[in-house]
């Protein structure tokens, strides 16, 4: 059974720090193009960051400019599982983060073409 688990939300300050992540079954996630989502109350759902599919794409990833500096996207291939660190954690980055998995041979940030999709971890930035 194909599946994304994400875990690793949860409320913290402004200014702090989470990491959260990606568990997947049924498929491995080093063959497919790897994304984390994002959807606030009331907003669309936004392209948080991306990563290529296959070995050195860590060399390449994308990030909202809204996000760039403060987020890190990675994978570890022997488990599985992506990740996103987040960093300076602002009370805009309040939504629930989707993680995503895409069959596209683009590098494409369109919820569209992604096949697979996690049941969301909700973070809170507040004080």
């Known amino acids: 059974q194909v599946q994304l688990v994400e875990s690793g939300g949860g409320l913290v300050q402004p200014g702090g720090s989470l990491r959260l992540s990606c568990a997947a079954s049924?498929?491995?996630?080093?063959?497919?193009?790897n994304a984390w989502f994002r959807q606030a109350p009331g907003k669309e759902n936004e392209a948080v960051s991306f990563?290529?599919?296959?070995?050195?794409?860590?060399?390449?990833?994308y990030y909202a400019d809204s996000v760039k500096g403060r987020f890190t996207i990675s994978r570890d291939n022997a488990k599985n599982t992506i990740y996103l660190q987040m960093t300076s954690l602002k009370p805009d980055d309040t939504a629930v983060y989707y993680c995503a998995a895409t069959a596209s041979m683009d590098d494409t940030i369109s919820e569209w073409e992604y096949q697979y999709w996690g049941q969301g971890t909700q973070v809170t930035v507040s004080s």
């Open positions: 990563m290529r599919r296959g070995e050195g794409s860590a060399d390449y990833a």
């Open positions: 049924g498929f491995t996630l080093g063959f497919y193009g």
